[in-house]
């Protein structure tokens, strides 16, 4: 079966500071992959997503950056964070079939 | 582009009461529907999608949803809530073309009230 990882759960950072957020996908080839961030109250916004190794799509400019250097894998970047960075990320993987599954999320608090 | 709206951003109910959460979308081609769930601190959680077939969709946890077409709806309806299903509900809509991209309403607050 198909299982998605996502790390960290829970990270406080400094304004200006580097991002990295690592997602990974098991048990599936080829997925399609996301970001989402939902910030509080809100809903959830599509960042980036990617249909392929080193393919990536932006939905929204942004202080964030992704990289997909495997398959599976989904990175999320950022090399000076803004307060305004602070929310829930999620990734997520889709099938091919018009459903996607989420990972747990982290929440990212920039102070 | 496709859009989705979830009209309520709050909904509360008593427990035991019957509950539907709105959802209308807007897509020029066919689409697929779903309705996932968000625990506190927690991913989402697939409740149902609508893929092809039957208009009405069961899901998880005793949620339903019906697509109706004409009027662009997903409203997803549950006949007797528990104070465990308290949490934020999103509707989403993935367009009929490998979904490459999906898009969420706001979500839906529900609180379920002893």
């Known amino acids: 079966s198909q299982t998605i990882h996502q790390w960290p759960a829970t990270l406080v950072q400094p304004v200006g500071s580097p991002l990295s957020l690592e997602c990974t996908v098991e048990?599936?080839?080829?997925?399609?992959l996301y970001w989402y961030r939902q910030a509080a109250g809100r809903g959830l916004q599509l960042l980036f997503y990617?249909?392929?190794?080193?393919?990536i799509s932006s939905e929204v400019p942004q202080n964030l950056s992704a990289s997909r250097p495997q398959d599976r894998q989904f990175i999320l970047s950022s090399k000076k964070l803004l307060l305004s960075d602070s929310g829930f990320y999620l990734c997520?993987?889709?099938?091919?079939?018009?459903?996607?599954?989420f990972g747990q999320g982290t929440r990212l608090t920039v102070v | 582009a496709q859009s989705v709206t979830q009209l309520d951003s709050q909904v509360p109910v008593f427990e035991e009461a019957p509950v539907e959460l709105r959802c209308n979308y807007s897509?020029?081609?066919?689409?697929?529907l779903f309705w996932y769930v968000q625990y506190p601190n927690q991913g989402l959680q697939l409740l149902l999608k609508y893929l092809s077939g039957s208009t009405l969709v069961k899901g998880i946890n005793g949620f339903e949803a019906e697509f109706n077409k004409s009027q662009t709806s997903f409203h997803l309806r549950k006949p007797s809530v528990h104070i465990s299903d308290t949490a934020e509900y999103f509707c989403?809509?993935?367009?009929?073309?490998?979904?490459?991209?999906?898009?969420f309403g706001p979500g839906t607050r529900l609180s379920v009230l002893p």
């Open positions: 990617s249909v392929g190794i080193g393919q």
């Open positions: 997520a993987w889709s099938n091919g079939r018009g459903e996607a599954f």
């Open positions: 897509s020029s081609v066919s689409v697929y």
């Open positions: 048990g599936t080839s080829n997925p399609n």
């Open positions: 989403a809509v993935s367009e009929d073309n490998y979904g490459q991209n999906f898009v």
